[in-house]
C-alpha cells in the first residue's frame, strides 16, 4: 500500500520560515520524481516545486528564491523548505510521486497558514 505522509504544517508569522516533511512508504523512492502542490480556498492546485530522479529542481515565479525543494532516498523524504512566507502562501499542502500516468500518489495534504 502506497502512502504520502505530509507533516510541519501549521500557523507561521509573515516573514517566517516552515519545513514540510513528506514521508513515502510502499514506493521505490528513488525512481519518482517528487513534487509539491498547494491549493488554496477557491483556487485550483498548483505546483510549487518539483524534485527529479536525479536532483533536478524547479519552481514556479511565485516561489522562486524562497522555496527549496530537496530528498533524501535513504530516508523516502522529501523536503520543502519555505522561507519568506507571505499571507498568499495560506494553502493545503500536498506532496506528490510520480513515476507515469499509472503511478501518480498523493497525500492527505497539510495545512499552511500565514497570517500575523
Known amino acids: 500500500q502506497v502512502q504520502l505522509v505530509e507533516s510541519g504544517g501549521g500557523l507561521v508569522q509573515p516573514g517566517r520560515s516552515l519545513r514540510l516533511s513528506c514521508a513515502a512508504s510502499?514506493?521505490?523512492?528513488?525512481?519518482?520524481?517528487m513534487a509539491w502542490y498547494r491549493q488554496a480556498p477557491g483556487k485550483e492546485r498548483e505546483l510549487v516545486a518539483i524534485?527529479?530522479?536525479?536532483?533536478?529542481?524547479n519552481f514556479p515565479d511565485s516561489v522562486k528564491g524562497r522555496f527549496t525543494i530537496s530528498r533524501d532516498n535513504g530516508k523516502n523524504t522529501v523536503y520543502l523548505q519555505m522561507n519568506s512566507l507571505k499571507p498568499e502562501d495560506t494553502a493545503v499542502y500536498y506532496c506528490n510521486g510520480y513515476r507515469g500516468w499509472n503511478f501518480n500518489y498523493w497525500g492527505q495534504g497539510t495545512q499552511v497558514t500565514v497570517s500575523s
Open positions: 510502499g514506493i521505490i523512492f528513488s525512481l519518482y520524481t
Open positions: 524534485i527529479t530522479i536525479d536532483g533536478t529542481t
